[in-house]
């Protein structure tokens, strides 16, 4: 298998205009930041295990800890850390608390990036055009 040779860009001018343009557009990097934060919180599998099941359905912790097969404290931790980067709600009903999605951006979100990582399996086509 062949490897992919380093692409350089061998030119020496500065397209001054498009930096300009772009440099005008650019977030605060508290922005940027904050945004690496937000995905730093995604970046955990067992966090994206529970937006997944909150994504089908509103649960309690003792539901998606057996889901996952993993005790209600350790799912309770992940559920604190969502809702830190405000990522799910939660509800009360007696003694039991449900959690869903924050909202529909959270939701979008994670199913972008699902069908992102499922193209490099479909040949770069949805799973809708199969």
């Not at 061998?10 to 001054?16: K, R």
């Not at 934060?37 to 912790?61: N, Q, Y």
């Not at 699902?114 to 399996?121: D, L, S, V």
């Amino acid at each position: 298998m062949k490897k992919e040779k380093d692409i350089v860009c061998d030119c020496e001018a500065i397209h001054a205009d498009i930096v300009n343009e772009v440099k005008e557009r650019m977030p605060l990097d508290e922005d940027i930041y904050d945004l690496s934060d937000f995905f730093k919180v995604l970046g955990d599998s067992t966090r994206m295990r529970i937006i997944w099941a909150l994504d089908e359905s509103e649960m309690c912790v003792c539901d998606i800890a057996v889901l996952l097969n993993m005790t209600k404290s350790a799912i309770s931790h992940q559920l604190r850390a969502l809702r830190n980067a405000n990522l799910v709600k939660f509800r009360k009903e007696g003694k039991t608390v449900f959690y869903s999605l924050k909202d529909d951006h959270v939701r979008d979100i994670y199913e972008i990036g699902m069908e992102h990582i499922r193209e490099k399996y479909l040949g770069g086509q949805n799973e809708k055009s199969i």
